[in-house]
């Protein structure tokens, strides 16, 4: 009996260790660098190199640009204000490898740009009540003078469907440059195909939507004042590639101070659903944003 028990209970124990490990794994990695998260019907896959954010589905349903031009898909981080660094994008944080640490949080972690002298960190943290996925990016001052830094978020979606924000039309600049019209208290793009590259700022409310073919993806990110961004930067930003390539949708945090060793966090959470209606302007994707972020 005494036998028994120990071997009923060094069973359990093991069969209890295998599954903290198996939920204490945030990504499963796959070929190539990869890795994805799956968190209910939503799934998210990251690329070692640059850190990208690669895809971002809801079932099988894709909501960012696939395409394989450089610089025109995925999602990427960059620092800000771009005056900084001007083009192309540093290549710590954009294209070279990231090391990972996959625990109960799946962490990237950049090279310390030989420019900037900042280091960037990426935390991914699926949550299940929601199928949302929270990433933190943190900036690291690794310099040995105090600098001051934003961070910058870009994610590069299809020219197609609907863009909208809470912001007055008169808050968007260049003031024209892009369609966006004022309909059920928000600011909404209808995607075009322009023949000129375009790229507008907005200060809105710590939100930004885009709705195409079937599906909506919403970002959470904190709310700026007018104060608080980069120079000629903004909390809220529109690219639009000229004809019907793709568009990029940008969200920054505050300017902030960091003495050599500081870091600051920031954090944008990212939801996606299915959405049945018309990918334009509707109080009903109004209300589905409201119910997503719970407004």
């Given at each position: 009996?005494?036998?028994?028990?120990k071997k009923?209970i060094?069973?359990?124990?093991?069969?209890?260790c295998v599954?903290?490990?198996?939920?204490a794994?945030v990504a499963?990695?796959?070929a190539?660098?990869?890795?994805?998260i799956?968190?209910g019907?939503?799934?998210?896959?990251?690329d070692?190199?640059?850190?990208?954010?690669?895809?971002?589905?809801?079932?099988?349903?894709e909501?960012?640009s696939?395409?394989?031009?450089p610089?025109?898909f995925?999602?990427?981080f960059?620092t800000?204000p771009?005056?900084?660094?001007?083009?192309?994008p540093v290549?710590?944080?954009?294209?070279?490898?990231y090391?990972?640490?996959?625990?109960n949080q799946?962490?990237?972690?950049?090279?310390?740009?030989?420019r900037l002298?900042?280091?960037?960190?990426k935390?991914?943290?699926?949550?299940?009540?929601?199928q949302?996925?929270?990433?933190?990016?943190t900036?690291k001052?690794?310099?040995?003078?105090?600098?001051?830094?934003?961070?910058?978020?870009i994610?590069?979606?299809?020219?197609d469907?609907?863009?909208?924000?809470?912001?007055?039309i008169?808050a968007?600049?260049?003031?024209?440059l892009?369609?966006?019209?004022?309909?059920f208290?928000?600011?909404w793009?209808?995607?075009?195909?322009a023949?000129?590259?375009?790229?507008?700022n907005?200060d809105?409310k710590g939100?930004?939507a885009?709705?195409?073919?079937?599906?909506?993806?919403?970002?959470?990110?904190?709310?700026?004042?007018?104060?608080?961004?980069?120079?000629?930067?903004?909390?809220i930003?529109?690219?639009?590639?000229?004809?019907?390539?793709f568009?990029?949708?940008?969200?920054q945090?505050?300017?902030?101070t960091?003495k050599?060793?500081?870091?600051?966090?920031w954090?944008?959470t990212?939801?996606?659903a299915?959405?049945?209606?018309k990918?334009e302007?509707?109080e009903?994707?109004?209300k589905?944003v409201k119910?997503?972020l719970?407004?």
């Amino acid at each position: 009996m005494l036998i028994f028990m120990k071997k009923f209970i060094t069973t359990a124990l093991m069969a209890a260790c295998v599954q903290i490990m198996a939920a204490a794994t945030v990504a499963v990695e796959l070929a190539d660098g990869k890795y994805i998260i799956k968190n209910g019907e939503v799934t998210m896959t990251i690329d070692t190199n640059g850190g990208k954010i690669l895809s971002f589905k809801y079932g099988d349903k894709e909501a960012i640009s696939q395409t394989t031009f450089p610089n025109s898909f995925g999602s990427t981080f960059w620092t800000s204000p771009q005056k900084e660094w001007n083009w192309p994008p540093v290549p710590e944080f954009d294209r070279n490898p990231y090391t990972v640490e996959n625990g109960n949080q799946f962490v990237m972690t950049s090279q310390v740009s030989q420019r900037l002298k900042y280091r960037v960190t990426k935390t991914f943290v699926p949550n299940k009540k929601d199928q949302s996925i929270a990433v933190t990016y943190t900036i690291k001052n690794e310099s040995d003078e105090t600098r001051k830094v934003a961070p910058w978020e870009i994610t590069r979606v299809p020219n197609d469907g609907v863009i909208f924000f809470d912001a007055p039309i008169e808050a968007i600049t260049p003031a024209g440059l892009m369609n966006f019209q004022p309909q059920f208290g928000l600011s909404w793009f209808q995607a075009d195909e322009a023949q000129q590259n375009r790229k507008i700022n907005a200060d809105g409310k710590g939100w930004l939507a885009y709705c195409a073919n079937g599906l909506l993806m919403v970002k959470k990110f904190d709310d700026l004042n007018a104060s608080q961004p980069a120079p000629e930067e903004a909390e809220i930003q529109v690219y639009v590639n000229m004809r019907k390539t793709f568009i990029e949708l940008e969200s920054q945090g505050a300017y902030t101070t960091l003495k050599p060793g500081e870091e600051l966090k920031w954090t944008v959470t990212w939801y996606v659903a299915p959405f049945d209606g018309k990918a334009e302007a509707s109080e009903a994707l109004k209300k589905k944003v409201k119910s997503i972020l719970k407004l």
